[in-house]
């Protein structure tokens, strides 16, 4: 037996009672999926399970290699770190699918003795999409957070992450109307494939007020849907490819230490920043931005101590706050720039 096929069975093992929590949770969760009035199966509530396992098990399973007393002994196995990272990549992959399997053969059973007009085969095939959209998930929040050198580095990225197509797209609404989500990220993705298989499954008029209709317009048309299907398969299966090459380049001396990857901190804070600009509504609001952006830096930096880089970023932040502040006429509260 290979070293890399033993070390899966003995991360397996150890992460067996994580697999039994987990599942336990799932059919907890589950059966109330299994409740329905008036012929309803509430099947979109997979979408939830799918985004939290998606966000929790990254962080479990690649937690241990923040910590530099862990990672010397780890890294002094005779096995590549990528192909370690591989074992923890599929591990976590496994408990996704079987802990989903779990609750979705709970609702099979229920479905099977309360509502035989629910097909089981289409339970099937709904399950098996949204696991495949679930693991490319999984993959590309794996890769966001092996991309920190800390478990709160990387929390923090995933989060970033999980807003970023949101907050660009307001960013675009608000300065460009009409702009067309030719992209929204992974989860929204999972949430608008949810809903139409449930159309065309269950039935159009029960899922006409699902959340994601409510929250995530995405156009008209299947054309939007094919392109950010197809974007969303390409990003999130080269992120994942891209985590097992970054990964082993993965130094100890590095562990605990600023994060300064150029998909993290890096990025993120100017970016971010960027995209909720809006016009402030007084020096109150105005101050709060500048301290919410130095704040940022001063976590990214693990202290006070900043760069002359950061603090170019923070001086452009202001003087766009302070331009969009004296050209909007609407802000007579901004008068004391004038």
Same mark, same amino acid.
């Given at each position: 037996m290979s070293i890399e096929m033993r070390y899966f069975k003995y991360h397996f093992w150890e992460t067996r009672i994580r =697999?039994?929590?987990?599942?336990?949770?799932?059919?907890?969760?589950? /059966?109330?999926?299994?409740?329905?009035?008036?012929?309803?199966?509430?099947?979109?509530?997979?979408?939830?399970?799918?985004?939290?396992?998606?966000? @929790?098990?990254?962080? %479990?399973? @690649?937690?241990m290699f923040n910590t530099r007393r862990n990672l010397d002994t780890w890294f002094s196995m005779p096995i590549? %770190?990528?192909?370690?990272?591989?074992?923890?990549?599929?591990?976590?992959? =496994?408990?996704?699918?079987?802990?989903?399997?779990?609750?979705?053969? $709970?609702?099979?059973?229920?479905?099977?003795? /309360?509502?035989?007009?629910?097909? =089981?085969?289409?339970?099937?095939?709904?399950?098996?999409?949204m696991l495949a959209l679930t693991l490319l998930a999984y993959g590309f929040f794996c890769f966001v957070f092996t991309q920190a050198n800390s478990t709160t580095d990387g929390t923090l990225f995933i989060i970033n992450y999980l807003f970023l197509p949101t907050v660009f797209y307001v960013f675009m609404d608000q300065y460009f109307e009409n702009t067309p989500r030719v992209f929204y990220g992974i989860v929204t993705l999972m949430g608008t494939t949810s809903r139409g298989l449930q159309s065309v499954f269950w039935g159009d008029g029960r899922f006409s007020n699902s959340f994601w209709t409510a #929250?995530?317009?995405? !156009? /008209?048309?299947? #054309?939007? $849907?094919?392109?950010?299907?197809?974007?969303?398969? =390409?990003?999130?299966?080269?992120?994942?490819? @891209?985590?097992?090459?970054? $990964?082993?380049?993965?130094?100890? #001396?590095?562990?605990?230490?600023?994060?300064? /990857?150029?998909? !993290?901190?890096?990025t993120l804070i100017p970016v971010m920043a960027v995209l909720t600009i809006t016009s402030p509504s007084g020096l109150a609001a105005y101050t709060f931005r500048i301290?919410?952006?130095?704040?940022?830096?001063?976590?990214? %930096?693990?202290?006070?101590?900043?760069? %002359?880089?950061?603090?170019?970023?923070?001086?452009?932040?202001?003087?766009?706050l302070l331009m969009m502040a004296c050209v909007s006429p609407a802000d007579s509260s901004f008068s004391w720039l004038l």
């Open positions: =697999l039994v929590i987990l599942c336990v949770l799932s059919v907890l969760y589950f /059966s109330n999926m299994a409740d329905y009035s008036d012929g309803i199966l509430a099947v979109d509530y997979m979408v939830y399970a799918g985004f939290v396992l998606a966000v @929790f098990v990254p962080i %479990r399973e @690649f937690q590549d %770190r990528w192909k370690m990272a591989l074992v923890h990549l599929l591990n976590g992959a =496994l408990h996704i699918a079987l802990t989903l399997l779990t609750g979705m053969l $709970f609702v099979a059973l229920h479905v099977s003795t /309360s509502a035989a007009y629910y097909n =089981l085969f289409q339970l099937v095939a709904y399950y098996l999409i #929250e995530f317009g995405t !156009g /008209s048309g299947s #054309e939007l $849907f094919i392109v950010n299907l197809v974007l969303n398969v =390409l990003i999130c299966g080269a992120a994942t490819v @891209f985590m097992l090459r970054l $990964f082993n380049r993965k130094h100890t #001396e590095k562990v605990e230490d600023v994060s300064d /990857s150029w998909f !993290g901190f890096r301290v919410f952006i130095y704040v940022a830096y001063v976590i990214y %930096r693990k202290g006070v101590h900043l760069k %002359r880089s950061d603090y170019c970023v923070i001086a452009v932040y202001a003087a766009l």
